[in-house]
T-cell receptor, first 112, second 118 residues
Framework: LAKTTQPISMDSYEGQEVNITCSHN???????ITWYQQFPSQGPRFIIQ???TKVTNEVASLFIPADRKSSTLSLPRVSLSDTAVYYC?????????????FGSGTRLQVQP | GAVVSQHPSWVICKSGTSVKIECRSL??????MFWYRQFPKQSLMLMAT?????????EQGVEKDKFLINHASLTLSTLTVTSAHPEDSSFYIC??????????????FGPGTRLTVT
């Protein structure tokens, strides 16, 4: 089972900032948090990865509080093309496994 | 960098035939690759973990004799759907983990292969 919890869906309008929060209460000390974006009929695309505090790249920012039990993906000024499913992932609890387990993700719908 | 390709991007086959899907890491080596399946409006479901030079590890409920996986090199893994049936119609996605990845669990995904069995 996936260890993360995130909203099933969110709606926004073009130009707004969108924040998607993911809960990962049982995150391990060495675990990174990774976010992927998926468009219909495409493979997931890596967006951002972080361990603590704040990470920013050309696409998004990732905020991770000190307790690391949650993280927030921030998409500045979204456009229609940001309509997609966003997945928050943490490594598997079993350190012998390498595969990432996908939860239901957050379906973001951006409207004009 | 970190590009993963899949071939074919889509395939239609008749029930009872076999289909092979290739997954390649184009600019990095991948000791481990993964195969996922995704049905419409659903999340990705892990089918198996493919390790170069050894047998794949299948998830519970995935028939290893039906979904044959071969990982013959550090840049290529193949998934063969044998004796395909309409219920095997799905979107198959592979991912690859660069050799040497540890705590970050980096994975890069292919564009997916749409399989339709008639």
């Amino acid at each position: 089972l996936a260890k993360t919890t995130q909203p099933i869906s969110m709606d926004s309008y073009e130009g707004q900032e969108v924040n998607i929060t993911c809960s990962h209460n049982n995150i391990a000390t060495n675990d990174y948090i990774t976010w992927y974006q998926q468009f219909p009929s495409q493979g997931p695309r890596f967006i951002i990865q972080g361990y603590k505090t704040k990470v920013t790249n050309e696409v998004a920012s990732l905020f991770i509080p000190a307790d690391r039990k949650s993280s927030t993906l921030s998409l500045p000024r979204v456009s229609l093309s940001d309509t997609a499913v966003y997945y928050c992932l943490t490594p598997p609890a079993d350190t012998g496994r390498r595969a990432l387990t996908f939860g239901s993700g957050t379906r973001l719908q951006v409207q004009p | 960098g970190a590009v993963v390709s899949q071939h074919p991007s889509w395939v239609i086959c008749k029930s009872g035939t076999s289909v092979k899907i290739e997954c390649r890491s184009l600019d990095f080596q991948a000791t481990t690759m993964f195969w996922y399946r995704q049905f419409p409006k659903q999340s990705l479901m892990l089918m198996a973990t493919s390790n170069e030079g050894s047998k794949a590890t299948y998830e519970q409920g995935v028939e290893k004799d039906k979904f044959l996986i071969n990982h013959a090199s550090l840049t290529l893994s193949t998934l063969t759907v044998t004796s395909a049936h309409p219920e095997d119609s799905s979107f198959y996605i592979c991912s690859a983990e660069p050799t040497g990845t540890d705590y970050s669990y980096e994975q890069y995904f292919g564009p997916g292969t749409r399989l339709t069995v008639t």
